[in-house]
């Protein structure tokens, strides 16, 4: 049988790839017609080539691919004619084929309004590599960029605008609200808010009535006569499905364009199919890749079914039944997603609503009049619950008495998510890019034996598509493994099974001193770059040998290997310590010299610290030798280890000060620098409750008061900021310190690898007040065991990059070829900015 | 057909130039070629010193380890994996890197490059 497939997108691509796989014996033989000059590639994740994704990494297959599976492939080959009763098609260079079935697979182009101008020069739409291509080179030469739309696809369009480095892009959106398909009024309010903030100028109700411009664009004039002036302009105003092909050949297409097909999607002529974003379905156009597929599925099963000569076929006939269209939007930066009907309202619907203005998070969640299923719902601001929600709602979950738990405390936790997952019906699909079910994980884990996220992407190739499953797989893993009764332990990798803080205590108890000792006594296999690190850290922890000691250096992380961190381009940074910010100018005048005698480019840390990049490797040694005879030390910038203790001018000369917050500073970083933990630790001192340190967003803060200290604990910046809670009240300075000394070693003993104070604290049972009772009350009569072990820390620091220095054998290493170690990596280009230079961006 | 290869073995540095469990990074040419020296299994393996990933001149100064028994080196920049025997990427990703023969001989490491 002779199959002509015309389009090679997405759903072309899928379609083709499952009919090679399920068509065992070979019935068809493909032809694809593509008009791009590319094989099919990843639309969905275009936006990730402004950001650095090469054409190549969106290519969905091999170029060998369509060769090995017998796939005749024409790329470039627009088709220009179908003649049904002939059963042929000709292409606009006047190749003719003949075919037993046809797939339309044509998918749709922007839809372009028509706007006055918008022929002018630097006005682009957004759909495939070579549009991308254009807008990227348009880009070097604009400051300024307009985006009409502001719909999924609109919003995309304006992040690759910011990506691309364009100083102020305006949105403009037609309704009033952004997303106005997606969210309701409220929603869009906060997310407009959320996207000023980001930068970003938002014109809704707004109908654009011009492009001005002399032959190149420069504006846009609106029809209430406003004007902006832009360099560029993106058109993403919506899709128009591709039906040309087929309505010239007398194939049904709809009123509003798209080619009409039925549940088997089959179009007006029996041998012609269609499907993704060009088939017309019950009035409806899928402009999703995730219903494409599923159509691509149906079909194939459909075709090998109807070919089954004797009609015993494995291929059961299949429906497509339309697909559910609930999305979340991949911007980075907020959050917003909606499923089901978000907009349902009237008698029999009931809806909670939650706004905090504080956090910035709008939830909307409707529900059956009975308060017992979930209809739909919107989530701006915080779209954690997204997949549990959609879950839910997909396959009828009956709810909780109290719903409104769906959408509150995120905090709740894990007991919550267990159950729900247990609920879940065993065709519950979890990655929609892929449909692969419930079942399908779950039967990865318990027959096919996949115990990591990477494997059940490897054997079934969930959450490979847009990856917003991924969180879930991990879940339904966990869980899958625990109901089988395998004893789920918290394991570090596939070399050590047990947690960290078990292998901290091992460890300790039997003296381990080298990555080698702790593998052969305690783990399996040969290491990775899961366990060495977390091995190393616990080593560094314990007994704070110079971590690049005894054959340790290649079993700790890059950075820490060459005590620096790896910067683009393959230079590093170099960070010396500058206790409590304070730097006296004799040491500012090194600096400066230094980073001129090196070239290396000088920028103020956000840790009050002073950060020189751009080092080559061969460089590093001379030039710490030199910040060392200097009198500076190493910053620990590269290491899970204490980073800055941040500073306030306090009582010497600020007149709220009550204390002398930076000689307290100084004090405690000299304490704890060259400490190592599971991650970073960060603290700062504040003179006063104005809180100029912001210690309340540190693993520790300090803060004066009348009577002495206050100690706030497990705050964190980072992508998911929060508070850090009061621990103790009016400490003197030697039990504040104490404190510091107990809560350390505590968090070093027990944190999982990578888990921040906050992060270890969230999962603590009993939480802060746990934490005070054991800090504060000594419950678990540790104390006294910490202080001390503390104690041998403090007083065995020494500065690494002097030992290494020092060390011909480690020093040595510090070169960038083994066969040539004067010359440094020719590869390393810079470019000029603003009088300094920046690396070379990556490809 | 035959297609017939020869490799030319080249001089890379002594035996005791590499660190233990580690990679560094070998200059041949114009090339770079990053090349490790696995001491726990006792092998040896060369590949391509960039990563297919940010094209970053990186790969030497990874991490080794092991997947299962498949030898692999980790990037410093998003620690995406590789196996040292084929070049597959294990971190399913499309792209793979190049990988060398090696030998040791009377003290020093030799990689093995195929002529056309
Ligand atoms: C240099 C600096 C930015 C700057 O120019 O100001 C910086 C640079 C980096 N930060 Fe940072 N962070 C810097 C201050 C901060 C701060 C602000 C602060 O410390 O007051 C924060 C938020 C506070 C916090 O940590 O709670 C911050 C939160 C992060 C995070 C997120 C941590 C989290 O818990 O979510 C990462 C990622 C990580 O560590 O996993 C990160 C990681 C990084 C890395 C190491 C990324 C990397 O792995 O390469 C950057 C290294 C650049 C380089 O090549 O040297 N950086 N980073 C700042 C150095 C401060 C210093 O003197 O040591
Ligand atoms: C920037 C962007 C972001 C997106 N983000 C998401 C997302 O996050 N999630 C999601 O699910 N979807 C997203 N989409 C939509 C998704 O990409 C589409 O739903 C999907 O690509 C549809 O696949 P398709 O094969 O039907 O159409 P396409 O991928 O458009 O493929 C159709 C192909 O047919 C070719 N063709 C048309 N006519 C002819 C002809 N006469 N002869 C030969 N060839 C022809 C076209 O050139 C094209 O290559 C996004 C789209 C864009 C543009
Ligand atoms: S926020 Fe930190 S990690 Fe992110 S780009 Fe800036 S310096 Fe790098
Ligand atoms: S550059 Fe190697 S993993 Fe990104």
Redesign the interface.
């Known amino acids: 049988m002779k199959l002509v497939v015309i389009g090679n997108g997405m759903v072309g691509f899928k379609f083709c790839e499952k009919l090679v796989t399920a068509d065992h014996n070979q019935k068809f033989q493909i032809t694809v017609f593509g008009e791009e000059s590319r094989p099919a590639y990843d639309r969905v994740h275009l936006s990730e080539y402004f950001a650095?994704k090469s054409a190549?990494?969106l290519?969905l297959s091999?170029a060998d691919w369509y060769d090995s599976n017998n796939i005749e492939l024409h790329l470039g080959e627009s088709i220009r004619s179908i003649d049904a009763s002939a059963k042929t098609i000709t292409s606009h260079r006047g190749i003719m084929t003949c075919y037993d079935y046809l797939v339309l697979a044509t998918g749709s182009a922007a839809f372009i309004p028509s706007i006055p101008g918008i022929e002018k020069q630097g006005v682009f739409i957004y759909r495939t590599i070579e549009d991308l291509e254009l807008i990227t080179a348009w880009a070097k030469k604009s400051r300024t960029a307009a985006v009409i739309g502001g719909g999924l696809l609109g919003l995309e369009a304006a992040k690759a605008m910011l990506d691309l480095g364009i100083n102020q892009t305006h949105i403009i959106e037609f309704a009033p609200g952004l997303m106005p398909k997606q969210i309701d009024d409220q929603g869009s309010a906060l997310l407009q808010s959320k996207l000023e903030q980001l930068g970003f100028v938002i014109h809704t109700s707004k109908n654009t009535a011009e492009i001005s411009g002399d032959g190149r664009i420069t504006g846009l004039r609106f029809s209430d006569d406003s004007v902006i002036h832009v360099d560029m302009l993106v058109i993403s105003a919506g899709i128009k499905p591709r039906d040309e092909l087929a309505k010239t050949a007398g194939i049904a297409t709809g009123p509003r364009r798209g080619i009409v097909v039925n549940e088997k999607l089959q179009t007006s002529d029996p041998a012609i199919f269609a499907i993704g974003e060009c088939a017309l379905h019950n009035g409806m156009i899928y402009g999703l890749a995730a219903p494409g597929y599923e159509m691509a599925d149906v079909l194939v099963r459909n075709l090998l079914h109807q070919e089954s000569a004797s009609g015993i076929s494995q291929n059961q006939e299949a429906e497509f039944t339309g697909f559910d269209m609930s999305t979340k939007l991949k911007l980075i930066g907020v959050d917003v997603a909606s499923f089901g009907d978000p907009f349902a309202a009237g008698e029999s619907v009931k809806t909670i609503r939650l706004q905090d203005t504080v956090r910035g998070v709008y939830k909307r969640i409707n529900l059956s009049a009975d308060g017992k299923q979930l209809i739909g719902g919107i989530l701006v601001g915080d779209a954690e619950q997204y997949n549990m929600l959609l879950q839910t709602y997909k396959n009828k979950l009956v709810l909780p008495d109290d719903p409104s738990a769906l959408i509150l405390g995120t905090r709740s936790g894990p007991e919550s998510a267990e159950a729900g997952l247990a609920c879940l019906p065993d065709d519950a699909l979890i990655c929609s890019c892929e449909s692969i079910s419930k079942s399908d994980i779950c039967g990865a884990v318990s027959e096919l034996g996949c115990e990591s996220v990477?494997a059940i992407?490897?054997c079934t190739k969930a959450g490979?598509g847009c990856g917003g499953c991924v969180p879930m797989i991990k879940d339904m893993m966990l869980h899958t493994m625990k109901a089988n009764g395998r004893y789920v332990r918290n394991m570090i990798c596939?070399?050590f099974a047990c947690s960290r803080q078990e292998l901290f205590d091992l460890v300790k108890i039997h003296s381990l001193k080298t990555f080698?000792e702790v593998l052969d006594a305690l783990g399996k296999?040969?290491?990775?770059?899961i366990?060495?690190p977390v091995v190393s850290s616990i080593l560094a922890s314990l007994w704070n040998e110079m971590i690049l000691k005894k054959?340790n250096?290649?079993?700790q992380?890059?950075?820490d290997?060459?005590l620096a961190n790896?910067q683009?381009?393959?230079t590093y940074s170099v960070v010396p310590r500058i206790p409590g910010g304070e730097i006296t100018p004799d040491k500012l005048i090194v600096i400066g010299q230094i980073a001129k005698q090196y070239n290396l480019y000088t920028k103020i840390t956000g840790g009050q610290r002073i950060d020189m990049f751009g080092a080559h490797l061969n460089d590093l040694p001379l030039i710490w030798s030199q910040l060392i005879a200097a009198g500076f030390e190493s910053g620990h910038a590269y290491g899970k280890a204490l980073r800055t203790v941040k500073s306030c001018v306090g009582s010497t000369w600020c007149r709220f000060g009550l204390h002398d917050s930076v000689s307290y500073a100084i004090r405690i970083e000299e304490r704890y620098r060259g400490l190592r933990a599971p991650h970073k630790i960060k603290s700062a001192v504040s003179g006063c409750i104005r809180e100029c340190a912001e210690a309340q967003s540190k693993d520790f803060g300090i803060i004066a008061t009348e009577k002495g200290w206050n100690l706030y604990v497990c705050g964190n910046g980072g992508s998911k900021p929060q508070h850090a809670l009061l621990l103790a009240t009016d400490l003197d300075s030697e039990t504040c310190i104490r404190y510091i000394d107990r809560f350390l070693m505590f968090y070093i003993r027990t944190a999982d690898p990578l888990a921040r104070t906050a992060t270890w604290l969230n999962k603590m049972e009993g939480g802060i007040d746990y934490l005070r009772n054991v800090v504060v009350n000594d419950s678990l009569g540790m104390a006294e065991i910490w202080e001390k072990e503390m104690q041998l820390l403090v007083d065995s620091y020494a500065c690494e990059w002097k030992e290494a220095i020092e060390n011909p054998e480690i020093r040595k290493?510090f070169s960038?070829?083994?066969?040539?170690p004067e010359?440094k990596?020719?590869?390393?280009h810079f470019e000029n900015l603003r009088d300094q230079k920046k690396a070379r961006d990556?490809? | 057909m035959f297609e017939s290869k020869t490799i030319t073995w080249f001089r890379a540095c002594r035996d005791n130039d590499l660190p233990s469990n580690g990679g560094a990074c070998v200059r041949f040419g114009n090339e770079q070629i990053a090349l490790f020296y696995f001491t726990r299994r006792n092998e040896w393996y060369a590949t391509q010193n960039e990563c297919p990933h940010r094209k970053q001149m990186a790969l030497s100064r990874g991490m080794i380890g092991s997947a299962g028994s498949e030898p692999k080196v980790a990037c410093p920049f998003h620690k995406k994996t590789f196996s040292l025997i084929t070049g597959e990427c294990l971190s399913g990703d499309e792209c793979s890197i190049k990988t060398y023969p090696v030998k040791v001989d009377n003290g020093y490491v030799y990689i093995g490059i195929e002529n056309e």
Request: aromatic fraction near 6%.
């Open positions: 650095g190549k990494a290519s091999d990477e992407k490897k490979t596939e070399h080698d296999g040969d290491g990775c770059e366990c060495k054959s250096s290649t079993a992380d890059s950075n290997r060459f790896i683009k381009g393959g290493r960038h070829f083994i066969n040539a010359e990596d020719p590869t390393v990556w490809k």
